[in-house]
Structure formats: structure tokens, C-alpha cells
């Protein structure tokens, strides 16, 4: 096919590319928003047009976007081989390096690490880990999976069981059997009034333990979370939460497996969400900032335990019988391994905590906008949500479309953010400075009064 200088790559994508997450009629008419190059915290559209990418684009660009530096190591990694897979015991030395790099930095007693190429395959890896250990302890009954509504843990087919959405189960004939759902830890939307926290915690918790006896303990093979639930809302555990969950897992033996594909590398001022919230998980499935996004990699950080039935099953069937063509690629490897070095230098943990104040000062600072009925977060990650009515907590009629026009907004005032539902999520790259971080949020505030004032 030839293609001429006059056909624009937005036409050429309207009418060719499937986009996903996106109403596909209307793209046909529309075409995409093209982003043509980044610099820092900073994106650029096709007209030239500058925002803070205040949602690290998929909560993905921890180190901003454009590098010289990773794309060097990227030349040198295809340069030197370019390609080579690590089955049957094959590997490259990036490969065998990365995963060091990552167990060192691992929470303790979890050394193992199991590389792939996306959030999605890391979840999905991680369902058949679960599956495998079971069988290795002789209880291979042990199938069900617990996650909590409006949970998001990709999109593949069995991940877009764990993924708690009716949104992306209609039209698929999905979830299958065997996904249990338990509520969201959602205090400001679904404590009764005047429950604490500690006592809302307790009542999840409680919840679970009554699913788990009703299905039966033994059928119960894993609970799956985000330390803090990202897609779902940016929603931060209430007090206690994790502790008594983890109390009730650990009464029936049942296997906790933490999505830190959004909350790893020091999203919630830890290394590890896990870390921030006193979580012990089984298996941590990581991705995006592994690599700061530039290149698709994923891994599943495996504990112990979960290792040593690993062992025992691949000496019953000679080998252990999982992987992709791209699990461990060189080039991916290297770059994450770069990624990794920067993290140390820059102290990334560190840089995240000196952060954090002012990131949380600015939403405390939105808490008495008219529009904002709560607003707050953890590390670099938070949310505002928007209402019509603080003390009832009422939502806009939907026919006034606010978000939609509070996306258009932000934007017109040069900052992306995530809008779910009827939260402003932001999670910016972690290298934000101070300064940038105050200028993000007086663009969301001129957002907020524009939208306020035409209401
Ligand atoms: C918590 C979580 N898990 C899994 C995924 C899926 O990752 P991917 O889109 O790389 O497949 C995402 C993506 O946003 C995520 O936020």
C-alpha cells in the first residue's frame, strides 16, 4: 500500500485502527487526539498544544515521556541480539539481571521472578500460579477467586473475570464461573452514616469470611487486590482494611495476590503498595512503571511458598509448561534494568515522599470547591469527586454531562486526567517536581471554576 504525504495519519487511523476503551462509531467520524512527542512531565498534541500529563498517561510514565537515555540502552540491546527467548532454559544476560534486580527490591521472601510482556499476562499468570500451587498441595478444588466490585486487573479472558466491571463482561458472555465479588472498600459511598472506617473495614472483612464459609473454605484458591484501586476510582483502603482481610485469608489458608501493576515503584510512597498498607502477598503482579511504559514488560514476583510447589510440579511433569515467545525479552529487559538504575539514583521512594505533602496538600485545597464533595490520596495518587450536593453527596444529572465537560476543560487548560465515573483521578510521573505539582493543580482548580460557573 502506498501512502501519500497528503493522507493525515489521523484519517489513515479513523478509518484502520480499532481503538480499545473508545466508542468505535464515533471514532470513525471523529478520529483520534494525536500525541506526537513528551518531555518530562509534559505531552504535546499535533497542533503543538502543551498539558501536564497528569495522569501519567495509563498511570504508566513514572519517568516522564521522551528519553535519550533508555533509548540508547534500547540501540545497544538490539544491536548486541535484538531477540533471544528464555525457554528451556535458554536466556540473556538482561533478562537474568532484571529479575535480580527485582527480587532485590522485592518485599522479603519473594526471590523468584517470572518475566511478561503486560499487566494483563502478569494477572493472568498469575490466575494459573494459583491454579498450579493448589494442585501441587493435593487440592486441586481449590478454584474460586475473590475480587472486589469495580476492581480492575486487565482484560484478558479470565482477567476480565477478576476485573469487577459489568461494563467489560457485557457482550463477551463473560465473567466465569467461579469469580466471586465482594464489596468495594469504598468508604465515602457505601459506609452506613456514621460508620467509622475501622467498623467499615470490619463489615468487608466480615463480608468475606461469610462468602468464604458459604462457598466452602476449601473450594477458596485466592483474594486478589490493589493496594489502592486504581481504574476502580483511586480508591484508598479505609483503616484496617487490609489487616483484617488478611486475618480472615489467613484463616483459611487462602492465597493473597496484590495487582501492584498500578501502585508498584513508589506510587503510594513505598517501593510497594503492599509495603504502605501491611499487605503479605503470595504473588505481586507488576508492570507499567517496571519499565516507565517505554516498552511492554510485566513480571509476577513469587513468594516462597508458591516457588516450592512450583518445583514439585515441574519434577511431576518434567517441566514447568507456561510462557511466551516474549516472556524476558532482551531489549525489554535492558530497558527495565536502566529504568531500575534510574529509580535508584534519582531515590525514587524518597523523591515520592518529598512529593507527597504537596500533592496532598492540593487536594485538601480542593476539599471546599463547590463541584468537590471529597478529594485526597496516597504517595503520588489520588482522586477528587465531583458532586452536585456536598452534604448529600448527590450526583449531577447525567443530562448536564459535567465530566464530559470537565475533561474538555482540564485539557483546555492544558492537563489530562483520569475521569472515572464521577472521580478526577490524577497520578502524575513520579519525577514531578514541587512546582509542577502546585501548577497541576491550579490548572485542575481553573477547570473546576469554569465548569462551576457556567452550571
Ligand atoms: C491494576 C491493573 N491491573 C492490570 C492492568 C492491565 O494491564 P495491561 O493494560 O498492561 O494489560 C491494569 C491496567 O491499567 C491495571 O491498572
Redesign the pocket.
Known sequence: MHISNRDSAASLDAAHQVHPHTNLRAHLALGPTMFVRGSGIHVYDDEGKEYIEGAAA???ASLGFGSERLAEVARKAITEIGYYHNFRGSGTPAAGVLSAKLAAIAPEGMDKVLLQS??????DTAIKLVWYYWHARGEPQRRKIISRRQ??????TL?SCLTAKDNFHQGFGLPFEGFLYVTQPYHYRLAEPGESEEAFSTRLAEEIEALILKEGPETVAAFWA?PVM??GGVITPPAGYFQKVQAVLDRYGILFVA?????GFGRTGEMWGSQTYGIRPDLI?S??ALSAAVI?I?AVIIADRVFEAMLEQSDRFGSFTHGYTYSGHPVACAVASEVLTIYEEMDLVGHVKAIEPTFLQGFAELEDHPLVGASGGVGLIGAVEIVADKASKALHDPRLNVMPRLDAATRGHGLITRLIGNRIALSPPQIITEAETREMFARLRHALDDVAAEL
Open positions: 495509563l498511570w504508566c503486560s499487566g494483563t499476562e502478569a494477572n476492581a480492575y486487573h486487565g482484560t484478558g482477567t490493589e486504581g481504574s495487582d501492584e501493576v498500578i501502585c503482579c508492570a507499567k511492554p510485566s
